[in-house]
């Protein structure tokens, strides 16, 4: 019997570029022998609904045809499930593809990875209001986050560097409360970062060195610094040559509480809540389809 396979694509993700892939990637699927069909909800309610009423039927994948958001949403279907999850990346960020080593600007070599069929655990973040699958972030880059929620040009990940230089205007730090597996840590930061994964952004390596497979989360503390140093910091990000500035702090929890005044946490390019927040990771929660490892091939 034929694989099962519900496409499920958000129509507005990339301006409209994940509608414009459902047919032809939907098709690569089944061309290959798959059972494959595509869905595409009128709001993100309704493509939530469609998502969990495919895991409760039994799919054999679940696949995502747009960007982190897009992810996000299909997470509370499949976390703690049997049931892979395929990205098909059509996004702004697309930073868990990159994570899993999906290609993003090849729809079609994505689908093929749905097509060999072979999957591996990935940690996922938790928090009371629901699942993460790359970074959550408070303080200035979350104040970038929500402006890019406004934001129609530029595409890609020129539009997170346009909101940065907006946001340059509103530069300051403030009092952060670090709750790290009960260690508490006190931080005058100008951003809290809580990886699954290295990036956000749309490449911007924030927790280099993250492993979605390790159980653990790795936090990065940007603290005092001036607005160039800030500017000039933002290029190396998509390098993670970053890494050992003066300013930058890291530590590494199963756990993780944030508070501070008057900051709402995003994840996933999403907004979550308003601080203060637990994380927690937690091991192994999602199966995703990937390439297989090199000694596999």
């Not at 958000?10 to 994940?18: A, I, K």
């Not at 279907?77 to 990205?87: D, H, K, N």
Request: one cysteine or more; aromatic letters at 6%; charged letters at 25%.
């Amino acid at each position: 019997m034929a694989r099962e396979i519900v496409v499920l694509v958000n129509p507005t993700s990339g301006r409209g570029r994940g509608a414009r892939l459902a047919e032809p990637v939907t098709d690569r699927l089944r061309e290959a022998g798959l059972d494959a069909r595509w869905e595409a909800g009128r709001d993100a309610a309704e493509a939530a609904d469609m998502a969990r009423r495919a895991v409760a039927r039994g799919v054999d994948g679940l696949v995502i045809v747009g960007g982190d958001g897009m992810v996000r949403l299909a997470l509370d279907a499949v976390a703690q499930t049997s049931t892979p999850l395929g990205v098909i990346p059509a996004g702004t960020g697309n930073d868990l593809a990159r994570a899993i080593g999906i290609p993003v600007r090849d729809p079609l070599a994505a689908a093929d990875i749905v097509v060999a069929g072979f999957t591996r655990s990935h940690d996922l973040g938790r928090t009371p209001d629901g699942w993460f699958a790359t970074v959550l972030c408070a303080g200035f880059d979350s104040r970038v986050a929500e402006r890019m929620q406004t934001m129609t040009w530029p595409r890609g990940r020129m539009r997170y560097d346009v909101a940065v230089l907006a946001e340059l205007g509103r530069f300051r730090t403030q009092h952060f409360v670090l709750d790290l597996d009960g260690e508490e840590e006190h931080a005058n930061a100008l951003l809290v970062a809580v990886g699954v994964t290295r990036s956000y952004g749309g490449g911007l390596r924030i927790c280099e060195g993250a492993d979605p497979t390790d159980g653990m989360l790795d936090v990065t503390v940007v603290g005092a610094i001036r607005r160039r140093e800030l500017v000039w910091m933002f290029p190396k990000l998509s390098k993670g040559t970053h890494v050992g500035h003066p300013a930058l702090t890291t530590y590494r929890a199963k756990k993780v509480t944030l508070s501070s005044d008057d900051v709402t946490a995003y994840a996933d390019g999403e907004p979550v809540a308003p601080l203060p927040l637990t994380v927690e990771c937690v091991p192994g929660a999602l199966q995703v389809f990937a390439p297989p490892p090199p000694e596999t091939r």
